[in-house]
Structures are given as C-alpha cells and as structure tokens.
C-alpha cells in the first residue's frame, strides 16, 4: 500500500514537471478563428496542433480538433461550424466553442476554478492549470472515439462513434456495443485469470511499442490483450486506438514525420460480423476485399439511395400484402445474433421448421437456420435486423415479404443506381452481353471447324465438365492467392505427415490455417471430389474446410483458425507454462470430440475413418471447445486399398494405432475407438499412454492404469495437477471404464462412438470393462500363455508380411512386432 502511494506522488510530480517542459502556456483570453492566418495553438515540438480543421461534409464546414498532422485525434463534438467560429480561453477560464450565430456548441465548464494558462503538451493532452501548477482539466480524461499512446483508459470512459460504443468493465472486459443493446466483440482476460471477479481500477493503455496492456492494482502484471502487427519494430511510432464510424476499434501508427497512419490490428477481423453495420434489413457481403451492403431481395429497396449502409426497407409491407405473407430464402446468410437479445427467440429445428415457425409468427420478420450440427434457429421479431452473406457460411436464412418473392439478379445489391442512370446501364449490360455471346459462338465454331478431329483438343470436354462440378465446391484458391496470404508461408504452426501448416489471413481479413499436402496420389478429378467430401461434413466438434487449392503439384486446404492450438500442448505441458486445464474443461473436451467422431462415423452419408485420433489432431477454439481435425486425409493421401496395405502405408501414430493396424486385418471405424479410448485416458491422467516410469513400477502407463483401475486406486490415475481442484468423481469413473472399454483388443469388444457418447453423458449404464489382452499378459503367468496362444492368430497375417519364420515363437512374433513398431519412421508422423 505504501509503495502503490509512492509510486503515484512520484508520478504526479513526472507528469508536472514534464507539463513545464515539454508543454507551451497558452494565456487567457485567447481566441482562434478559421479564419486566422495561423488557426492552430501547437504543442512545442509541432507534433500535434489544437484549432481547426476542414470538414469533409462540406467546403465551408470545420471541424475542432486536436490534431496529429492532419488526423483528428480529439473532437469534443461532432457538430461541425461555419467561418465565423471562434474558439475561446475566457478569463473566467473555461474553454467555449462558438458558432457563427455565437451559440456555444461546446464547452468545457471549468469557469472560475482559478485556472491560469491552458497547456498542449508533446503527448497531445489539453491540460487547464491553476496557481500551484495542478491541472484540473484535460482532454485525456475525456476522450470522444480516440485513445493515445500512454493515455489512461478506465473504467468511467466510453469511446463513441455514431451507434457504437467501446467501453472497459469492472471485470477487466472490453467490449464493443451497437445502440447500448448488442454486444458484437468482448475480450477477456486470460484464462489464468478469473475474468468473472470486480477488479479495483481496471485502466487500458496502449504502449509505444505497440501492445495493448491491462492494468489493475489486484493483478500481479499486466494483462496482454493485443499486439500490433508492427509491435516491437524500430522507428519512432505515434500510436493510436480509435473507434471508427463503421463500429471497428482499430490500432493506428505513423512513423515520426510521415503522412497518414495505418491499420496495424482491428478487433473486429471480419467487418460483415459488426451488427447494425448495413443497418436495417441491410446484407453485408464482399466485393472483391471489401465490404459493401445490398438489400436481401428485389422486395427492398435502400432506405437512403445515396447510403446503402442506412439500411432497406420493403417495398411493400407485410400488413398491406394483398394475400398471405411468404419467406424468401437466402443461401449462405446469417441474421447476426449476439446473446442476449430480447428481439430473438432461439429454437431447435430444421431448415423447414425454422422457416415455417417464423412464417406462421405476426412479429417475426426473419429466421437463421444454422447448418453447423447444432440444429439451431434463430427467429427475428420486430426491431433490428442485421445480416452478413458469404460462401463461406453454411447457414440459410429466411425473410418475410410479400409474394411474389423476388431474389436479387446477379448484379443487383451491390451499388446504387439513380433512376436517370438505369436507361444507360441496361443499354450498356445489353450490348456486352450480345457481344460475349457472339465471341463464344465464334470460338466454338472455330474449333469445331478446326480442332474437332486433333486429339491434341480431346480432353476439352473433360476440362468443361470438371469446372461445372467444381462451381458447386468449396471456395477454390489459387497457388499465389495462398501464397500472398501466409506471406510466402512464413508462419509455420505446425508439421505432421500429412504436411506443413502455416498461419494466413484471407483478403477479408478472416484468419486462416493453410495445410499443404504431401503424398497426393489422385488425380485432378479425384481429389476435387474428396475435397467436396470432407468439405460437406459440418459440426460443431469439427474443424471447418473453407476451401482448397489445386494447382499442378500444389495441393493445399483451408481451413478455420483455432485460437488455442492443439490439445497436447495443454495435458502435457508442466505446471509452470500456465497452460493446463481443469476437470470441467477436459470432460467437456472429450465429450465434444467423441461426438465429433461419432458424426464422422454414423452421421454423415459415408462413414469417415479418420485412422489417426490422437492430441495433437484435437484443436481448442477460443472457448476450448473441442474441434477434431485432419479427417478424411487418410483417404486423401493413401487412396490405396487398405487390404494392400503394407506397414510402411501406415499414416498413423505410435501409441494410437489398434492391434489391427499391425496385424494388417482390415481397418474399420472400431480403430478410431480404440485411438480415441487412448487419448481419454490422456485427458485424464496428463500423461502419455506408452510413457514408462518409475511411478508405473515400470509398465506403459496404460497397462499401470489398468491394474490401479482394478484396485479401485482412480486417483492415482487422475492427472496430478488436478489434486488440488473439484473433479466430480462420477464424471471420472466414467471417463476411465470408457477408456478402457474403447481399448480392448478385440474390434468386437469396442463399444461403437455413438454408444461412448452415452456412456460419458451417463445415459447408458458402464459395466466393468475386462483387462486388455495386453494387460492380462502382465497378471500372471498363466494368463500370459492363453494370451501368447491368442495373439499368434492375430498376428499371423502381421507375421507373414515381416517375413517370419514358420519355427518362430508368439513371443518372438510378438517381440518383432514391439521392435518394428517402436523403430518404423513411417509410424513417428504426427498427421
């Protein structure tokens, strides 16, 4: 407490003395005038200027501001004044801005408080100063939609623009807010902290380099929660925050000397996902990179002619329709929903449901049907409707109108046409129109003509066909696009046997994980259509392809960024990296990828092997959330049959792979249980499974842990990081008798994904799973010779490809198989 007292006279006694310094007085009664020959006060070093500024809503308009250069920083209002302004520092010592007509449209109500002098320090703070050199006003308390570089932003301020607010809570979250009433972007603490408690005095600043720091006198450090993309580079930088008219909080920074600043990070990656950001019943989709708005149907029509962003409205509506109300749909688009929102109700239903449901309702104008495997749809009833449209988004909506319904024409949407411009555009869409059809017709005949018997041109036909059938594909990339976006591939996230991934982010700023593929075997064709495969596959504890790329030897995917990385670097990092996970997060991790695996099993219309469950192919979004990865690449990579499979064709992981994969007995979905009954045992104990220790009296530790399991000893098996926490018992017994029922050695004896869902939810009642072949071996002796007997038929096929002689023992046969499958390189990928 002395300390926290110390350090704060001693930085009230800084700041003065850099006021005298570094800043120039200003006297009272001094005025400034648009008209003057030098409007501005400046602070010492020139860097930033008080006065006015032209405004760009008209010629004859100003602005008042501080300035750096020519960027407003700091605007008290947003009224703007003619020429005959005026500014004033009154002799009573208030600061009074004043109209033409002399009507104070703003001032800062600090008459007769003894104030001396007005200072604009080299920070860009107005400051009012009285006698004893105290300041007892400054802009830097009173920030409008700017935050500067080493400005404190607490608790008590707001940034405003328009509709959108950006405010700090008491908890230590930023968020941004449309209207007050829909939070669209929160960002809390880390997850070392708990972000539910009140802290003290939470204050933000922004750091010359360039991070945007947490500050409160309860936590033990400051709490990161941005980087500038240009963070920590040299140069002398003037770094900025500000809330920007279209409802994103940017970071800004200009070198010392130069124009205007850049973009160096921006809260909202993806600008479609800022509610209201189109307005009412606007459609914010994308335009090559950039952002534009339309209207959902010819029914609408902008509200504004000249400013799609103020929204549609119907051309006729619902209460006048002549019959009965219709929906219209929309293929990929969502109506946003930020919960809580009193205008949306949420139902569990299908595509016909949620659109009848909305149909059938008076209020409601609109429904999203989410096709992510949450069966999830959002109903919207009178109010504020905003929606985002891209190929990317698997959802389809619905919005009331009056029939006939009336999609938007190719070219419709995008731009505003003036009724005297629509004569000339139709005019000019018909003539090149007419003259592409005649250059086709051209073409065609000339091939016809001159190429129709030249086998050289045979293939033509195929190239046609395959460009149709790719239309109804994921979105394709090209090799230069990818390349451009992960800048020549530079940020390398991680590499397993299926290939190298590498951070990028897509022209509309979405960041994405580009894999590129080695080992691929198909063909053009072929490949496009496993791609269509894999990407056809939606759910909620998958990771999801947003696209692909095909060129030549290049064969890359793309998908969806997870925040948090894979699941290993959490069960198997130490107790210092900050990184573990509590027993609520791990149940619910392996909850959500057994689902995941059940949907790739069961649910989809081909039953999906993934042949390669394990940690690292298990990703955590950033509410951890379990997303299973890398399915379908089995096939992708190695389309051979599995029945030729040799042991070198093996694409799994040492310590996952089933019995059958050595016994080259064919592959079914029981291996995936058998690797997923491996990896719950990981999430529970912490450790890996073929790990040997001291602690294991010597076994792999999944042989150890049967043993303790049989003895009732489940704590013993529980991660020792969670000592000290609440694990619910039931939870945990559940979680081990399913492991080692998924571990069972033979494929008939695995329990299917779907029934391990039940069996973790507590549906369906767990008996005692039996040891493991494996693990009966180590009891006794006697069981170790029925097991050595059994496992000679298993492993005879196994046997025979390795080249065994006839006269070798099971225990010998067995002792091969040991050898090849801890020494074989093709098994050490990790996919």
């Not at 929660?225 to 200009?254: I, M, T, V």
């Not at 009412?280 to 799609?308: A, W």
């Not at 990081?721 to 017994?733: H, I, T």
């Amino acid at each position: 407490m002395v300390f926290s007292s110390v350090c704060g006279f001693l930085c009230f006694i800084l700041f003065f003395c850099r006021l005298s310094l570094t800043s120039a007085a200003v006297s009272k009664g001094s005025t400034l005038r648009p008209t003057d020959p030098n409007p501005f006060w400046k602070s010492p070093n020139d860097t930033f200027a008080l006065g006015f500024l032209p405004s760009t809503r008209s010629s004859s308009s100003y602005i008042f501001s501080i300035a750096y250069s020519t960027t407003p920083i700091w605007v008290p209002t947003d009224t703007v004044v003619d020429r005959a302004a005026t500014f004033q520092f009154t002799d009573d010592g208030n600061l009074r801005l004043l109209n033409g007509s002399g009507f104070a449209v703003w001032q800062s109500n600090t008459s007769n408080l003894g104030i001396t002098s007005a200072v604009l320090d080299d920070s860009g703070n107005l400051a009012l100063i009285n006698t004893s050199s105290f300041s007892l006003w400054q802009s830097f308390e009173h920030p409008t939609d700017t935050v500067l570089q080493s400005q404190n932003f607490t608790s008590s301020m707001v940034l405003r623009s328009g509709p959108y607010t950006f405010s700090l809570a008491s908890s230590g979250n930023i968020s941004l807010t449309w209207n007050n009433r829909i939070q669209y972007w929160n960002k809390g603490l880390n997850s070392s902290i708990d972000s539910n408690r009140s802290l003290v005095s939470p204050s933000l600043m922004l750091q010359p380099v360039g991070l945007l720091n947490l500050y409160d006198s309860s936590l033990p450090s400051e709490v990161k929660l941005a980087y500038s993309s240009n963070y920590g580079e040299s140069g002398d930088f003037f770094r900025f925050l500000r809330l920007d008219s279209d409802g994103n909080l940017r970071a800004y920074s200009a070198e010392r000397g130069s124009n205007g600043p850049a973009v160096q990070w921006s809260a909202v990656s993806d600008q479609c996902e800022v509610f209201g950001w189109c307005g009412n019943m606007g459609i914010c989709t994308y335009n090559d990179s950039s952002p534009v708005c339309k209207c959902p149907s010819e029914n609408f029509e902008f509200s504004d002619p000249n400013d799609p962003r103020q929204g549609c409205k119907r051309k006729q509506e619902i209460e006048e329709c002549p019959g009965s109300s219709t929906m219209l749909p929309l293929d990929n688009t969502e109506f946003l929903t930020y919960p809580p929102d009193t205008s949306t109700q949420v139902f569990f239903a299908g595509s016909t449901g949620c659109r009848s449901n909305c149909l059938t309702g008076n209020t409601c104008v609109a429904s999203t049907s989410l096709a992510d495997g949450t069966g999830m749809c959002y109903l919207k009833f009178s109010g504020f409707v905003s929606g985002y449209q891209s190929p990317s988004i698997p959802s389809t909506s619905f919005v009331k109108v009056c029939p006939p319904a009336i999609p938007n024409s190719p070219a419709s949407g995008n731009q505003v046409k003036t009724k005297s411009s629509k004569l000339e555009a139709w005019l000019v869409a018909l003539v090149i129109i007419a003259t592409l059809f005649s250059l086709v017709i051209a073409e065609f005949a000339l091939w016809w003509w001159f190429c129709r018997n030249n086998t050289k041109f045979g293939g033509l036909s195929a190239q046609y066909a395959l460009l149709e059938y790719a239309s109804g594909a994921p979105v394709q990339f090209s090799y230069k696009d990818l390349h451009r976006s992960t800048k020549g591939f530079k940020e390398k996230l991680g590499a397993g046997g299926f290939g190298a991934v590498y951070r990028g982010v897509l022209a509309n700023k979405t960041v994405v994980a580009v894999k590129q593929l080695e080992g691929i075997e198909q063909g053009e064709k072929q490949f496009r259509m496993e791609v269509a495969t894999i990407s056809s596959t939606h759910h909620l504890n998958l990771v999801r392809l947003i696209g692909f790329c095909s060129e030549g030897r290049h064969r890359l995917l793309v998908y969806e960024f997870m925040r948090n990385g894979s699941l290993d670097s959490f069960l198997f990092s130490d107790n210092s990296s900050g990184k573990g996970l509590n027993w609520d997060a791990r149940f619910s991790i392996a909850l959500g990828t057994a689902r995941g695996i059940t949907y790739l099993h069961e649910e989809c219309r081909d039953c999906i092997v993934h042949c390669d469950i394990k940690p690292e192919n298990i990703l955590l979004d950033e509410n951890f959330n379990a997303r299973v990865s890398d399915f379908g690449l089995a096939k992708l990579v190695n389309p051979k049959d599995h029945r030729q499979r040799t042991l070198i064709s093996v694409r799994g992981t040492r310590g996952y792979l089933a019995p059958e994969w050595l016994a080259n007995l064919p592959i079914t979905s029981k291996s995936d249980v058998y690797s997923y009954g491996m990896v719950l045992l990981e999430i529970v104990s912490g450790r890996r499974n073929f790990d040997v220790s001291e602690d294991t009296g010597g076994k792999k530790f999944s042989l150890w842990a049967y043993d303790e399991f049989d003895k009732g000893n489940f704590g013993r098996i529980l991660d020792p990081r969670l000592a000290d926490q609440e694990v619910d018992l039931d939870e945990l017994g559940r979680a081990v008798q399913v492991s080692f029922w998924c571990i069972q050695e033979q494929p008939s004896q695995r329990p299917t994904m779907g029934k391990v869902v039940q069996m973790l939810e507590g549906i369906m009642v767990i008996e005692k799973p039996p040891a493991p072949k494996a693990t009966e071996s180590s009891l006794g002796s006697a069981s170790a010779s029925a097991s050595a007997s059994a496992s000679i038929s298993v492993l005879s096929t196994f046997a025979a490809s390795a080249q065994v002689p006839s006269s070798t023992s099971s225990a010998q046969v067995l002792g091969l198989s040991g050898r090849n499958f801890e020494n074989s390189s093709s098994l050490r990928g990790t996919g």
